[in-house]
């Protein structure tokens, strides 16, 4: 699962078995590019975000523990990523999420120090909370509105209440714009508070620890890894390596690297036309005991990955 994040690009990997659903918007004009997601499953996302512009994020999410950039998030929590930063989260079912692109340039007009570059965390005050509950949800539910049932105006019932489609979504824009710069000010730049940052020198050792190793899980996705060269490749203990992947990622080093394999196998069967047999897309994958891959594969996704390379 690819998802475009407004020039940026985030591979996504479900965590857990289930039939995947998601919800994802994407709305911008000149000033400003937002997007919405929501996942009915555990998910992992990661990559580079936006090269050309300052990224505000909040997320949403009722009990569990979402995991950005290797720190755990208290329910709506407000990110800032700078240009290009990599963003790795582990975010529970039904978790939400907003972003917001804006460029270095205006943020810096507005007087907001601006990092040269790092990540984030904050979590909203009562306030903020309640105002994103109660104005920014709804602008929300008006523009998924706007971008379907009001994508084409000439079906729109004559009607005087009636809001035209790009009004409504230049409005529901000017919202997220108004509150995310409220939001950056008030919780970022209170003087009472430390800001938590997370520069790219100063991250710290078990999040630099668990990418490393992500890297080379992902370099020897064919091969047959055992932990004791994992742990020896990258000069780590295995309590390290555990707490590390735990921290950054949400499961343990086993579990991402056969949900990364499982990822890998369909991918292929899908999207690869060279392949026509089961067994040799599994070894390239890594994945040798083909009964058990596939009563795995089947708990995923929901399919067997014969039926899989049928629909293909």
């Known amino acids: 699962m690819i998802q475009a994040v407004q020039g940026g690009s985030l591979d996504h990997t479900q965590l857990a078995p289930g039939a995947f659903r998601g919800k994802l918007l ?4 000149d000033a400003i590019a937002l997007d919405f997601g929501s996942y009915n ?18 997320v949403l999410h ?13 329910p709506s929590t407000m990110v800032t990523y700078t240009e290009g930063h990599d963003l790795v989260a582990a975010l ?11 460029s270095r340039a205006d943020l810096c ?3 907001w120090r601006v990092p040269a570059q790092g ?16 104005v920014l949800l709804g602008e929300l539910n008006l523009l998924q509105r706007s971008s379907s049932a009001w994508q084409n105006a000439a079906k729109l019932t004559a009607n005087a209440t009636a809001v035209p489609p790009a009004y409504a979504t230049a409005h529901a824009i000017r919202q997220f714009e108004d509150f995310g710069i409220a939001a950056l000010f008030a919780t970022f730049d209170a003087p009472s508070r430390k800001t938590r940052k997370m520069d790219l020198e100063t991250r710290a050792g078990s999040y630099r620890l668990a990418r490393r190793v992500a890297r080379y899980m992902s370099d020897q996705l064919s091969q047959p890894l055992r932990i004791i060269e994992i742990c020896c490749a990258n000069r780590c203990s295995y309590k390290e390596l555990q707490s590390a992947f735990r921290r950054t ?14 990822r890998a196998l369909r991918e292929l069967l899908l999207h690869d036309q060279s392949i026509t047999e089961i067994t040799d897309a599994s070894l390239q994958c890594g994945l040798t005991h083909f009964g058990r891959t596939s009563a795995a594969y089947r708990k995923m996704f929901g399919e067997l990955p014969s039926e899989t390379l049928l629909r293909k």
């Not at 979402?66 to 720190?71: E, K, P, Q, T, Y």
């Not at 978790?95 to 692109?101: D, I, K, Y």
Request: some cysteine; hydrophobic content about 45%; glycine content about 8%.
């Open 26 to 29: 994407h709305v911008a004009d």
């Open 41 to 58: 499953l555990p998910v992992l996302a990661e990559g580079p975000l936006p090269k050309e512009a300052i990224t505000l994020g909040f």
């Open 62 to 74: 009722r009990s569990s523990v979402a995991v950005l950039n290797g720190i755990e998030l208290a």
């Open 92 to 102: 529970p079912e039904n978790c939400a999420w907003v972003s917001m692109q804006l």
């Open 109 to 111: 007009a507005l007087g």
């Open 119 to 134: 990540f984030a965390a904050r979590g909203l005050d009562n306030k903020l909370r309640m105002a994103f509950n109660e």
């Open 249 to 262: 990622y949400g499961v343990t080093p086993k579990h991402y690297l056969s949900v990364r394999r499982l």
